[in-house]
């Protein structure tokens, strides 16, 4: 009997010694995932040999804001449809397939990357934008430059190196702004202004760099853009951003598994664990991520601050899409106003989404909530439509300063809509939920930019395309109604975020 007890006893210790054991390493295995352990392994290994904690912060926030400025190429696939229209002689249907489905990919693919970046950390992202970017902008440089290849099946798999494309831009830009946001998530000028502007200059940058003579070529008496040696330049550029970003989101990794390790060892020792306020990269468990992940889809201040966004950012998307022929309609035709527009448009664009993070983090100071910018925007933006309706209503010419206004209107309103909201989710929902809350919120502006602009188009093409026509009031019912999805909007967004 005696025996039988001790031996009992004895299981009862190993038992618990086991358990301990067990829930000793449990937390430190669970600290990354398998996928996000074995991508930033030798990173994690080498770093701390190499730079101090502070310094390998200070090089990956570098290296994210230098993916965040080469994430937006794709977006000047505009420059590029001469160039096929001679080269492989696509039509315009071909041409606006292609941007169709590169947008496709870039705005309907964040909800899951965003899950992917908080599951298994923004290492994962990064990785997807590579592997998608080489080699399809490879495949398309190769095509351009053996233009007797063309026929309908490599145009289809043209169409899908765009849509691949478009996903890596995505993971690129979204890997590049988590990754920020997790190094200084209480510092919005660092977390959100900086990365949205970086990639907001990606465009002007880009432009500037296709201006080099290397890029264009000559073909009896035309000149065209020479977009076999822009692809394979692209695929060069991204071959080193994807070493930058591998070193930047390996660090974030880094720093959660460290910060995962310490707290386990002071749970050990039976230690209060002191945990440093300033540290960002405190580590949830997967376990807890998972529950705050259902937790936000049945949030229903998420889906009111997603149709907020939806009503906003659509009247935007659309004016960026139709200044051109908004402005022949109001001014006449005029290129050089057309070209100042964009320039005013882009310029206020950058200046407001730098601007907006040192706005915030002046405001936070004084403890006043980041919605108040929020909803500046949307009544400036409001502000514009009404006067985009009285111009159409009125009987005299719209001088071209009217039109230069409203172009720095809304670009201001784009630029700080895009810095505003990424601030508030990442204020409501904190860092460890940013992915996986503002990738599902990045369906809106797809959503909103597709119900505006087929409303635009709609209106455009049944009345303002007539022969005997010069009534610019033919456009008027567009902006009436953007002006009460604003109004809407407005209402919304006071409403839900009252509390916060």
């Not at 599951?119 to 590579?130: E, N, Y």
């Not at 310029?347 to 706005?359: A, C, E, K, M, P």
Request: overall charge positive.
């Amino acid at each position: 009997m005696k025996i039988r007890k001790t031996k009992k006893k004895k299981n009862e210790i190993h038992a618990k010694s086991l358990g301990k054991h067990r829930s000793r390493s449990k937390p430190q295995d669970m600290a990354l995932s398998q996928v996000e352990h074995y991508l930033t392994y030798h990173v994690r290994q080498l770093l701390p040999h190499v730079l101090s904690k502070r310094s390998s912060k200070h090089v990956a926030y570098v290296f994210s804001l230098l993916s965040a400025v080469s994430s937006g190429f794709i977006v000047m696939i505009s420059l590029y449809s001469d160039s096929w229209e001679k080269q492989l002689h696509y039509s315009a249907w071909q041409i606006n397939m292609i941007a169709s489905l590169a947008n496709l990919g870039m705005y309907l693919t964040p909800p899951i990357l965003g899950f992917l970046a908080d599951t298994h950390g923004p290492i994962t992202l990064s990785a997807l934008g590579i592997i998608g970017f080489i080699p399809s902008y490879s495949y398309v440089a190769y095509i351009f430059n053996h233009p007797a290849l063309s026929n309908d099946h490599t145009f289809h798999l043209i169409l899908m190196s765009f849509t691949v494309m478009g996903v890596s831009t995505s993971s690129l830009y979204f890997s590049a702004l988590i990754t920020c946001a997790k190094l200084y998530p209480d510092k919005r000028t660092l977390s959100i202004s900086l990365p949205t502007t970086c990639y907001g200059l990606s465009s002007f940058l880009g432009s500037q760099l296709l201006n080099l003579p290397f890029f264009w070529s000559t073909n009896g008496d035309s000149t065209f853009l020479n977009l076999g040696r822009v692809f394979n330049t692209f695929a060069c550029v991204y071959a080193v951003v994807g070493l930058l970003a591998w070193i930047a989101t390996s660090t974030v990794s880094m720093f959660k598994h460290a910060a995962m390790s310490q707290q386990e060892s002071c749970r050990n020792g039976n230690e209060d664990m002191d945990q440093n306020e300033n540290d960002p990269l405190i580590a949830v468990e997967p376990v807890q991520e998972r529950l705050a992940q259902k937790q936000f889809f049945k949030d229903p201040v998420a889906l009111f601050v997603g149709i907020s966004m939806i009503l906003s950012l659509g009247p935007s998307e659309m004016f960026l899409a139709n200044m051109g022929s908004l402005t022949k309609l109001l001014v006449g035709e005029n290129a050089v106003l057309s070209s100042r527009l964009l320039s005013v448009y882009a310029v206020l664009n950058t200046v407001t989404r730098l601007s907006s993070g040192f706005i915030t983090d002046f405001l936070a100071t004084r403890d006043i909530s980041p919605k108040w910018i929020l909803i500046s925007l949307l009544s400036l933006s409001l502000m514009a439509q009404f006067l985009i309706t009285n111009f159409s209503l009125s009987t005299t010419v719209v001088s071209p300063l009217k039109i230069l206004l409203i172009g720095a209107m809304m670009g201001t309103v784009y630029g700080g809509l895009f810095t505003a909201y990424p601030v508030i989710i990442l204020a409501m929902w904190g860092d460890k939920l940013f992915g996986t809350a503002y990738g599902s919120m990045m369906i809106a502006p797809a959503i909103g930019s597709v119900v505006s602009c087929m409303a635009y188009a709609d209106i455009f093409d049944s009345k303002c395309v007539t022969e005997d026509t010069n009534a610019t009031s033919c456009i008027a019912p567009v902006f009436e109604i953007t002006s009460a999805q604003l109004i809407i909007c407005i209402l919304v967004t006071v409403v839900v975020l009252r509390r916060h």
